[in-house]
Structure formats: structure tokens, C-alpha cells
């Protein structure tokens, strides 16, 4: 697969270490490969309550597994992480401990404020990574929205973005009102911070 010149976007908070974001780090091709791969394994409802009422998510999920077909999207995934890592964050990191969820919000399709910390994982989140599939034209709603301070951010919704952030930041992906939303979900892991 080609290689993309990487030059980040967008990124917001103090010393740019909010969220950041990059466009076009992967080809329309190898979007196109990454639905095909996702849209070729069972996907399962989840409606995930997580303890709240008022937390919650409704969307259809599958895990690409890194196999000899998705090697060279974790291998791009891994570059672009690493890259993103590098200029903004400079998180301690071991890199990816968990397969990546490729993510189908239909109408109606949610996620409501939350993070993506959490205690059963084997090794620490420390930071999150969102692929958009979907072209902007194919749905309504479905916007990725960070709470970085008394108004949310909103993320790039351009087919091939990249947004990274720390996976302690509250974020949600509103509902999506007519169409279907796709997009990758990635999180890198590392030592607890000191």
C-alpha cells in the first residue's frame, strides 16, 4: 500500500494535546479495502447501557483481527498513531493490545458522553484513534464530539481522518439521523502514567 505525506489538520487544547487530526492518511482504495474488511464479519448489535441509563450506545460492531488480510492496516494504523503521538502527545506506549473495532451507526445510531478508560483492560488506554469511513455526504448526524471545556469540539467528519486523543477525554458520537456512519476504532495502550 502507498504511502501518504502525513500533515496533521487540525488540534486543539493547550499545546495542542486536546485532539488532533489528520486528514487523508489513507487512500480512498484502502477506506474502500477497510469497509469491505469490516463488512465481511458477523457484526453484533450492542446497545450497551454501561451501568447508566443516561450512557449509553446503539450501534452494530465487528474486531478486525490482525490476520495476513489487515496486516498493512495495523501496520498504517501503527505509523500514523506513532506519528500523531509523536508530534503532540508524547505518550509512553507499548501500542496496540486490542483488536480494532470497526464501528456501523444506522439511523438513530449513538454514543453518549463517555471515556474509554476503563478497568478490564489488560493494559492502560492511553490514547484513542478514529478513522472515518463514511463521506460526509452519505449521512446526517453522527458527529464525533469531544468536551475539551464549556463548549464540545467537534471532529473532523471527512472520509479518511484520523482523529487521536487521549482516552480520558470525554467524547460522543450524536445520533445519526438518516444514512449509516462508518468509522474505525483503535486505542493504544502503555504504562500506567506517573
Not at 463521506?135 to 479518511?160: C, H, I, Q, W
Amino acid at each position: 500500500m502507498s504511502q501518504h505525506p502525513f500533515k496533521p489538520v487540525h488540534a486543539v487544547g493547550n499545546d495542542s494535546k486536546i485532539f488532533a487530526t489528520v486528514e487523508d492518511a489513507f487512500t480512498q482504495k484502502e477506506l474502500d479495502d477497510i469497509v469491505q474488511l469490516g463488512d465481511a464479519l458477523v457484526q453484533i448489535d450492542d446497545n450497551a447501557k454501561l451501568g447508566r441509563p443516561d450512557y449509553n450506545r446503539l450501534c452494530k460492531l465487528a474486531w478486525i483481527k490482525k490476520n495476513a488480510d489487515s496486516e498493512w492496516l495495523y501496520d498504517r494504523m501503527a505509523q500514523v498513531a506513532a506519528e500523531l503521538n509523536a508530534q503532540f502527545f508524547q505518550f509512553d506506549v507499548y501500542g496496540f493490545v486490542e483488536h480494532f473495532q470497526y464501528v456501523v451507526y444506522e439511523e438513530g445510531g449513538h454514543f453518549a458522553w463517555h471515556i474509554d478508560k476503563h478497568p478490564s483492560t489488560k493494559s492502560p488506554r492511553k490514547l484513542s484513534v478514529t478513522l472515518q469511513l463514511s463521506d460526509e455526504a452519505d449521512y446526517e448526524g453522527g458527529v464525533l464530539e469531544f468536551r475539551t471545556d464549556m463548549f464540545p469540539k467537534r471532529a473532523s467528519g471527512k472520509r479518511g481522518s484520523v482523529n487521536m486523543f487521549p482516552s480520558w477525554l470525554s467524547h460522543c458520537v450524536t445520533p445519526v439521523t438518516k444514512g449509516i456512519r462508518k468509522s474505525l476504532v483503535v486505542w493504544i495502550a502503555g504504562p500506567n502514567f506517573k
